[in-house]
Each structure stands twice: as C-alpha cells, then as structure tokens.
C-alpha cells in the first residue's frame, strides 16, 4: 500500500492561500491521489482526487509533482471555515476502501 | 434524500447494552461504508457493501458487532453487549458506483456512541 505522510498541522491567515503537502513515495502507476478534509463535528468531505496531471475544482487545486512521490491541495483563499483536518489518501489497488491517517489540522486564523 | 442520514446522532448506552445505529445512504448508491472514529483519532474502515452484499467486515473489531444492509439501502450497525472501549463517532458513507477504485464518498455526520 503508499503509505502517505503530512505534517501533522499547519498556520493559515484568512484570505491567503493555504498550500498542504502529502509525501507518497511508494505510489504506483496506477494509484489515485485523493483529498478529504473532516471539519469538527462532521463527517469528511470529498475535495478532489488526481492521477498525474493537476486539477482543480471549485474547492482546490491538485498539484502532482511528475515522479508522483508528492502532491500538494491548494485552498487558494483559505477561509476560517476552512478550519478542519486535511486528509491525504492513496488508496490501494486491491483494497475495498479508504484508509484514513491521522491527517493534517488545518487552523485559518483572522 | 440529499445526504447520507444517520440516527440516532447521539447515543449513551450503559455497558453491556446492545445498541443499534441506522445509517440512511443517498438514493441510488449502490456501495455502503462503515466507519468508527475515536477521539483525535482519523476514521477506521468496519465494514464494506454492494448493494446487500456485505463484501468486507475485515474491519469489525469484535464478533460483538454485526452489520446488515437487507435490501440494499438502509443499513443497521449493531453492536451488542456494548464495552466502554467502544465509545467513538460512528461513520456512514455511500457511492454511487459499485466500482473498485471509486473512492468518492459522501459521507454522514456519525453517531457518537457513550458507553458509561
């Protein structure tokens, strides 16, 4: 399985973009990216998911470097709603379904 | 409906009771999650299925607990003989595709189970 491995919090002024790493060495060809962010009292929340290329949505941006050993989610105007535990997932090929680590908690701060 | 509904949001239970937690996915979707999550802790993955197939109970920590899925959409975690170590947010989460490697889920906002 690609394990993953993120900071276990970070800083972010409102209005300013908040930029969350995630190191996945052991990825394989064929393994997804995925991004979850679980604000308090909630259930998680799909954000986005990548195989190689970048993406965005209307929440955030995917940036996948080219060896796939590492990606980055983008908030591009954290919000403090934003506030929550960023989860980055590589779900293995032959698994039934995702398995969350401990995540990195995300604090936007006015 | 729009989301996954899960009932009761709240539950205390004394030691040795059997609870049962109801999970109400969104209409249509054919896979079914569930998940236990302890205080500061990430989700757990308990048990996984296709329509009323139960695919996956890998995760279930115990033969004390038991999940069902009779006709494919609702579907009941039910865990007996409750132990204060189970105290934790229970999760629910539902896709639309029954395919592996679709791992968009929308997920409920959990039953937090008490034991005391």
């Known amino acids: 399985d690609a394990k993953t491995t993120q900071p276990p919090s970070m800083d972010c002024a409102e209005g300013r973009a908040a930029n969350l790493p995630c190191n996945h060495s052991?990825?394989?060809?064929?393994?997804?990216v995925y991004w979850y962010r679980q604000i308090h009292s909630q259930g998680p929340q799909y954000i986005i998911h990548?195989?190689?290329n970048n993406e965005t949505n209307e929440m955030a941006s995917l940036i996948i470097t080219e060896d796939r050993k590492s990606s980055t989610l983008i908030l591009p105007h954290a919000t403090l709603r934003d506030t929550a535990v960023y989860y980055c997932?590589?779900?293995?090929?032959?698994?039934?379904?995702?398995?969350f680590g401990k995540g990195t908690t995300l604090s936007v701060s006015s | 409906g729009a989301g996954v509904s899960q009932s009761p949001r709240y539950k205390v239970a004394k030691r040795g009771q059997d609870v049962a937690l109801r999970c109400d996915p969104i209409?249509?979707?054919?896979?079914l999650f569930w998940y236990q999550q302890a205080l500061g802790q990430g989700p757990e993955f308990l048990t996984y299925?296709?329509?009323?197939?139960?695919?996956?109970k890998s995760g279930l920590p115990s033969d004390r607990f038991f999940a069902e899925r009779p006709e494919g959409s609702v579907s009941t975690l039910k865990i007996q003989r409750t132990q204060q170590e189970d105290s934790a947010v229970y999760l629910c989460?539902?896709?639309?595709?029954?395919?592996?490697?679709?791992?968009?889920?929308?997920f409920g906002s959990g039953t937090r189970l008490t034991v005391v």
């Open positions: 209409s249509g979707h054919v896979s």
């Open positions: 990548g195989l190689k």
């Open positions: 997932i590589v779900p293995p090929q032959a698994g039934t379904a995702l398995i």
């Open positions: 989460a539902s896709s639309l595709s029954g395919q592996k490697h679709n791992y968009g889920y929308t």
């Open positions: 299925f296709q329509n009323e197939a139960q695919l996956d």
């Open positions: 052991t990825i394989s060809g064929n393994e997804y």
